[in-house]
T-cell receptor
Framework: AQKVTQAQTEISVVEKEDVTLDCVYE???????LFWYKQPPSGELVFLIR??????QNEISGRYSWNFQKSTSSFNFTITASQVVDSAVYFC?????????????FGSGTRLQVQP | DAGVIQSPRHEVTEMGQEVTLRCKPI?????LFWYRQTMMRGLELLIY????????DSGMPEDRFSAKMPNASFSTLKIQPSEPRDSAVYFC???????????FGSGTRLTVV
């Protein structure tokens, strides 16, 4: 069965610090998708990125970057030069595309607090 | 596109009452998902549909919960009778078959007193 683990429950940093959120996943499918979502205090789930299992290239989008390593089953998320607006709960999620469940399985989330 | 539309945004009800949550998926999306978010259990899948057919309802907590999708543009999640422990935020999401982009609604915050 699929599983997503976010071991960091809460992280607190000071503005302008870099921060990395860890995500480790388990799946038996060879084809799957990994996601990161942001949930700000307002409560909605904001899509950040989707990555398929065949694409291990790292991705950068502004201050955000993602490191996907199949060898360690990890999909980590780094925020460079953090800002107060980055304060939110961040979820990593997995969706299987072959034999497994087509729904998203979420990790437990990491609460990021960025202090001014 | 208006996105996934959920109603109501907030619901406060008394224990024992029936509660119905509604969801309108994005037109053309083949999959519809219901999730529940609580502090204790995080984001958990309750049920999902493919082409209006329930595929996996293993996450539905108990018989008090039921979900239907009578057509491609509407789904309901019903709790009868409601209990205080059902208090949570309920999210609906939809997805196209060929595209793994999940779109979430704004959620319904349910409080059972």
């Amino acid at each position: 069965a699929q599983k997503v683990t976010q071991a960091q429950t809460e992280i607190s940093v000071v503005e302008k610090e870099d921060v990395t959120l860890d995500c480790v996943y388990e799946t038996r499918d060879t084809t799957y998708y990994l996601f990161w979502y942001k949930q700000p205090p307002s409560g909605e789930l904001v899509f950040l990125i989707r990555r398929n299992s065949f694409d291990e290239q790292n991705e950068i989008s502004g201050r955000y970057s993602w490191n996907f390593q199949k060898s360690t089953s990890s999909f980590n998320f780094t925020i460079t030069a953090s800002q107060v607006v980055d304060s939110a709960v961040y979820f990593c999620a997995l969706s299987e595309a072959q034999t497994g469940r087509r729904a998203l399985t979420f990790g437990s989330g990491t609460r990021l607090q960025v202090q001014p | 596109d208006a996105g996934v539309i959920q109603s109501p945004r907030h619901e406060v009800t008394e224990m024992g009452q029936e509660v119905t949550l509604r969801c309108k998926p994005i037109s053309g999306h083949d999959y519809l998902f219901w999730y529940r978010q609580t502090m204790m259990r995080g984001l958990e899948l309750l049920i999902y549909f493919n082409n209006n057919v329930p595929i996996d309802d293993s996450g539905m907590p108990e018989d008090r919960f039921s979900a239907k999708m009578p057509n491609a543009s509407f789904s309901t999640l019903k709790i009868q009778p409601s209990e205080p422990r059902d208090s949570a935020v309920y999210f609906c999401a939809s997805r196209e078959d060929s595209n793994y982009g999940y779109t979430f609604g704004s959620g319904t915050r349910l409080t059972v007193v």
